[in-house]
C-alpha cells in the first residue's frame, strides 16, 4: 500500500545491484511512494548486475561512478541535479565490501592494504558522498541521508571481520556531519542498523546462515527483512522524521535490546547436552579410540 509519503521529492541511491539489494528495494518502494531517484553504482557493478531492469522500472537513469572517488562524486552530483532539475532531497548509502572477508583473511591476520580498502569503499565513500553534495550545494534543506549499518559496529559478531570496523566509523561519520549538515541546512543524517539480510554483499560474512538463524531466535519479532528495511528507511526519507538526526536506529526484529531468549537458549541447552553426550561417548576424542 502507498501512502504518498515522498510525494514530490527527489532522491539518489547508491549500489543497488540486483533484486537481493536493500537498495533496490529502497528504489521500488520510493518510487511507490511518489519519489523521482536517480540510481548509481560503480561500472562493473552496473555490467555485473541487473540495475538496467531496475531503471527501466523506476523510469529514471544509471549514473556509473565509484564512491571512493571524489572526481567521480563530483560528476555524479552534477549529472543527479542536471536530471532533476535542480537540487535533490534524499540520499542513500548501500555500500559496502571488505577485501579480506572475500579472500578469507580473518581479523587477526589482516592484510592492511586490504583493510584501508574495506574502510574507503564501506565508510569512507560515506563522508565523501557527503562533503561533495554539501559543497555543490544539492541536497536541498530538511533533506535526509541515511546509510545502512549494522550491530558489529557495537558489539562483537564472530566472522564480520573488518566489517565491523568500517560500520563503526560510518557511524561516526554520521553524527560527525550530521552535527555540521544539520546546523547549516537543516540536513539530517542517520543510520540503519538493520538484521543480517541475504544479500550479495551480506553472503560474503562467514557464517552468515547461521548468524541469520540465531537472529531470528533472538529477536521477539524476528529479522527484518530486505522489504521490511526499505519501509523503514522510506520513513526517514520523507517529513515525518523532520528532528531526527544524528542517530543509529536499530531495525532488528528487537535483536539489539535482547540478552537470552527462551528459544535461543534451549537451542544452546540441546548444543550442550549433545556435546556431554558425545564427550562420554569419546573422553579423548574419536581419533583417539580407534
Known amino acids: 500500500m502507498a501512502y504518498n509519503l515522498l510525494k514530490g521529492k527527489k532522491g539518489l541511491i547508491f549500489g543497488a545491484l540486483n533484486e537481493q539489494s536493500i537498495a533496490w528495494k529502497v528504489a521500488e518502494r520510493a518510487v511507490e511512494e511518489g519519489a523521482e531517484i536517480v540510481l548509481t553504482n560503480t561500472a562493473v557493478s552496473i555490467r555485473m548486475g541487473t540495475i538496467g531492469r531496475l531503471a527501466e522500472k523506476c523510469r529514471t537513469i ?3 561512478a565509484d564512491a571512493t572517488s571524489v572526481a567521480d562524486l563530483e560528476n555524479l552530483m552534477d549529472r543527479t541535479m542536471e536530471h532533476f532539475g535542480g537540487k535533490f532531497d534524499f ?3 548501500s555500500i559496502g565490501m571488505s577485501p579480506n572477508v572475500r579472500k578469507g583473511r580473518t581479523y587477526d591476520d589482516l592484510d592492511y592494504d586490504y ?3 574495506t574502510l574507503d569503499i564501506s565508510a569512507i565513500s560515506f563522508h565523501k558522498a557527503i562533503q561533495v553534495a554539501r559543497k555543490k550545494d544539492a541536497i536541498n534543506d530538511w533533506g535526509s541521508i541515511v546509510a ?3 550491530i558489529a559496529a557495537q558489539r562483537t559478531l564472530y566472522g564480520y571481520n573488518d566489517m565491523a570496523d568500517a560500520k563503526a566509523l560510518l557511524e561516526s561519520i554520521a553524527r560527525s556531519f550530521g552535527y555540521i549538515y544539520g546546523r547549516e541546512k537543516h540536513v539530517r543524517i ?4 538493520q538484521s543480517p539480510t541475504q544479500t550479495t554483499a551480506g553472503s560474503g560474512v562467514l557464517g552468515l546462515g547461521d548468524l541469520m538463524s540465531f537472529a531470528e531466535n533472538m529477536s521477539p519479532l ?4 530486505a522489504e521490511d528495511c526499505a519501509d523503514y528507511v522510506l520513513t526517514l526519507f520523507s517529513d515525518l522524521t523532520r528532528k531526527v538526526t544524528m542517530q543509529n536506529l536499530y531495525h532488528d526484529g528487537g535483536f539489539s535490546s535482547m540478552g537470552m531468549s527462551r528459544r535461543a537458549m534451549k537451542t544452546y541447552e540441546k548444543g550442550m547436552r549433545f556435546d556431554d553426550v558425545h564427550q562420554n561417548q569419546y573422553p579423548f ?3 583417539e579410540t580407534k
Do not use: D, F
Open 91 to 93: 540520499m542513500l548509502h
Open 285 to 287: 576424542g574419536k581419533e
Open 190 to 193: 542517520n543510520t540503519v542498523s
Open 148 to 150: 545502512l549499518s549494522y
Open 115 to 117: 583493510l584501508s580498502k
Open 222 to 225: 524476528g529479522n527484518a527483512s
Open 62 to 64: 544509471v549514473v556509473p
